[in-house]
């Protein structure tokens, strides 16, 4: 059974920094894209990051460009989005996704994703 579990979440001040963390488990991590999205209150659930199960190119959404950087580490199941810089417009649910893909792919689509966590909450008070 797939399982994505993420942590990391918290309140911080505008300015402030977060890493969040997606652990992963049944499956074979090094063989899937992993993305973050997130979802504001009243908000359609909206792209982040994603990293490729091949290749150094990582995608990321123009509102975080520069400020988060998504990173993984297949020995431990792991991926990360240390989130710099945050803005109060960063308020929202994070979720990470998996699609199983042994590509460059790092695609955008949620549609594209089949497996997804249930969420961490980052607050950025200004």
């Known amino acids: 059974q797939v399982r994505l579990v993420e942590f990391g979440g918290g309140l911080v001040q505008a300015g402030g920094s977060l890493r969040l963390s997606c652990a992963a488990s049944?499956?074979?991590?090094?063989?899937?894209?992993i993305a973050w999205f997130r979802q504001a209150p009243g908000k359609e659930r909206e792209f982040v990051s994603a990293?490729?199960?091949?290749?150094?190119?990582?995608s990321y959404a123009d509102s975080v460009k520069g400020r988060f950087a998504i990173s993984r580490d297949n020995a431990a199941n792991r991926v990360y989005l240390q989130m710099n810089s945050l803005k109060p417009e960063d308020t929202a649910l994070y979720y990470c996704?998996?699609?199983?893909?042994?590509?460059?792919?790092?695609?955008?689509?949620?549609?594209?994703?089949?497996?997804w966590g249930q969420g961490t909450q980052v607050t950025v008070s200004s």
């Open positions: 049944g499956l074979t991590f090094r063989d899937y894209a």
């Open positions: 990293s490729p199960s091949r290749g150094p190119i990582k």
């Open positions: 996704a998996a699609k199983f893909t042994i590509t460059t792919w790092n695609g955008r689509s949620e549609n594209e994703y089949t497996y």
